[in-house]
């Protein structure tokens, strides 16, 4: 039996936003407790040719939002890509989550289905089906996203774990 795309999708991308907000309520505790200029962490990046937290963050945010929009027929809203705080980037993070609690299982029903296609600046990205749309390119992006930004913290010395990634069961 096929799991539901919206049971796939939604539930475990707000406990991952919810558990990203969690992280990023750390690192400022960690921030004020230090004395340490929380924008350091914004724009730290784990290399030079990589994005900085910021835009990990935003990349993350943007890739759930639309790529769940798609598959429910849903327009997502658009965020101006402005975030200089983590106060900011938390707003950015609740707002995400606002939408996605908007989806209701009925929109995505049969998605798996739906012929996906968009454009990243220039480029078209087409997908034969949802399915294949949600399993190699939304889920395995916005994870890649929500674990560099772990990373960077990490780097930076906040002390997180694997629960605070995961959550605790």
Do not use: C
């Not at 969690?22 to 230090?34: E, H, M, P, T, V």
């Not at 749309?133 to 916005?142: A, C, E, M, S």
């Not at 560099?148 to 069961?169: A, Q």
Request: charged residues 25%; proline residues 4%; hydrophobic residues 35%.
């Amino acid at each position: 039996m096929q799991v539901p795309m919206y049971e796939l999708s939604v539930p475990m991308i707000i406990n991952m936003l919810e558990n990203l907000s969690k992280i990023l309520n750390k690192a400022q505790r960690f921030a004020d407790k230090r004395k340490i200029d929380s924008t350091i962490y914004i724009n730290s990046r784990l290399i030079a040719d990589m994005y900085p937290l910021s835009r990990q963050i935003q990349i993350g945010t943007d890739m759930v939002r639309k790529g769940i929009g798609r598959l429910a027929g849903k327009n997502a809203p658009s965020y101006s890509d402005n975030e200089k705080t983590i106060k900011q980037l938390q707003s950015r993070i609740t707002k995400t989550i606002s939408f996605l609690k908007k989806i209701k299982p009925a929109q995505m029903a049969g998605s798996e289905n739906k012929y996906i296609e968009f454009y990243i600046r220039d480029k078209k990205f087409t997908f034969k089906n949802g399915e294949d749309y949600l399993k190699r390119w939304i889920i395995p992006h916005f994870f890649f996203h929500v674990t560099t930004t772990y990373n960077i913290l990490r780097m930076n010395g906040v002390n997180l774990g694997k629960w605070d990634f995961t959550g605790k069961f």
